[in-house]
């Protein structure tokens, strides 16, 4: 550790805490007491309620608000979509109006109020419809242009932003044809933020946030609006054990407040409200080939360090002439679900002192104007050497030191696979699954000595 960390003043400690502060969903369905960190750290949101703002706002979440350490950082096209989305899209409207649910259908078998207790939600009007998971009738396979890109890039790293509405631009566009299912697809992302201290396990703050988005091919928007009552978009939330809080996006989303089900969630659409808003989208942007809708929020219960994805723990050795920084990492594949690798991993440190060289292992990038080390690493994971464990060195070289130690920051991203294991599936029929994407990557995840 650093042995002059009585310069370091707590000013940087305290405001790097305040990003990662307590989060506040609500209103939201509880699974348990909302987490407290029992911690000297700010009660800051880690992610804030969107106010009702124009439908040109960006959205941005400070999770994903890398600056300063980020600030102004070039990186090439491949770590390009580590960085959250900059293109504007349209917010979901906060305040349209009374919401009329969807049609109950007659059908609709009554759920027996034995099965059903203990989900503390605001009422709805009705609950959904319940039908059998019997597979719809087989229908045309989607184009592979469809299938592939039917999920913006530019939602990648938006776990943390609040709910909106969006418009993706893919290479081709849909065509939905004569068929009795209409092509919906599914993107999971949760963005984890940490914030460790030295090599205290003890001391690391966790916060793991989580979104769905459904995407419509532009098609279905003459479909809603030729039908007056379009089929019921239903859907089921499943493997939801490890959730804290759910926060379904009210104006387009309804569940069943009596549902009490401990690994599931039933939800479904107001297909009024999703018929209008697209169709708004759809005259704001006509050439789009789909529309992304954030539709629900979640919560992931967390264990502190146990439940980072990457452990750190950072040393520094400052003196009038040189500074040694030492940075461990290890892959943790405890905090997954199902272990997967880490990509893109980019480690960036500032160093103040007036740099003059820098010897590095395994060689980083110094940026002389931003006065930053840069590593970035392939990837980690069980199968990489030393089981996804390794070290990042460097000696640095001052004309005006001595250093103090910063916060470093650290991003990476994974695909395939969520950290809480959450999955979703269709109900009823009408609609059908045509890509289901799952990701996590990081939020704000730093590191102190």
């Known amino acids: 550790m650093h042995p002059n960390n009585s310069h370091h003043t707590m000013a940087s400690l305290d405001e790097l805490k305040l990003s990662i502060g307590n989060i506040t969903l609500s209103p939201a369905i509880s699974r348990h007491s909302p987490v407290q960190m029992n911690r000297n750290s700010s009660s800051e949101e880690l992610t804030k309620s969107k106010p009702s703002t124009s439908s040109n706002e960006k959205g941005t979440s400070d999770l994903l608000a890398w600056d300063p350490l980020f600030g102004g950082l070039s990186l090439d096209s491949s770590s390009a979509s580590l960085t959250s989305s900059t293109s504007a899209r349209p917010t979901t409207p906060l305040s349209v109006g009374t919401i ?73 566009p849909v065509s939905l044809g004569n068929q009795d299912t209409l092509p919906v697809a599914v993107a999971l992302t949760e963005s984890v933020n940490a914030y460790f201290k030295g090599a205290d396990p003890t001391k690391c703050i966790v916060k793991i946030t989580g979104d769905m988005t459904i995407s419509f091919p ?123 690798v880490l990509s893109n991993i980019q480690v960036v440190v500032p160093v103040d002192g007036g740099v003059t060289n820098m010897q590095s292992l395994p060689p980083a990038i110094w940026n002389a104007e931003q006065m930053k080390a840069f590593w970035k690493l392939s990837g980690v994971s069980e199968k990489s050497e030393n089981g996804g464990s390794g070290t990042l060195r460097a000696k640095f070289d001052l004309s005006e030191g001595p250093s103090k130690p910063t916060t470093l920051a650290v991003q990476f991203l994974s695909e395939g696979s969520t950290l809480s294991g959450v999955d979703i599936e269709l109900v009823g029929t009408g609609y059908r699954l045509s890509l289901v994407k799952k990701r996590f990557a990081t939020g704000r995840y730093l590191a102190d000595c």
């Open 218 to 340: 532009s098609g279905i928007i003459k479909v809603f609006t030729s039908n007056p009552s379009p089929a019921v978009l239903c859907f089921r939330v499943k493997n939801i054990s490890r959730l804290e809080q759910i926060l379904p996006n009210a104006q387009l989303v309804f569940s069943d407040p009596s549902q009490c089900d401990s690994n599931t969630k039933d939800f479904w659409m107001n297909m009024q409200a999703v018929t209008v808003y697209l169709k708004k989208l759809s005259e704001q942007n006509p050439a789009a080939s789909y529309y992304n809708v954030d539709v629900l929020k979640y919560q992931v219960s967390s264990n502190g360090i146990q439940s980072t994805p990457l452990n750190l723990a950072t040393y520094w050795k400052c003196s009038a002439g040189t500074t040694d920084l030492r940075v461990d990492y290890k892959y943790n594949p405890e905090a997954m679900v199902i272990p997967s």
């Open 100 to 172: 009329v649910p969807p049609p109950r259908p007659a059908s609709r078998p009554k759920l027996t109020s034995g099965k059903l207790s203990g989900i503390n939600e605001i009422p709805r009007p009705f609950s959904p419809p319940v039908t059998s998971n019997t597979s719809p009738p087989p229908a045309a396979p989607l184009a592979r242009a469809e299938s592939s890109s039917s999920i913006s890039s530019s939602a990648s790293l938006s776990a943390a932003n609040t709910p909106t509405v969006g418009v993706s631009r893919g290479p081709s």
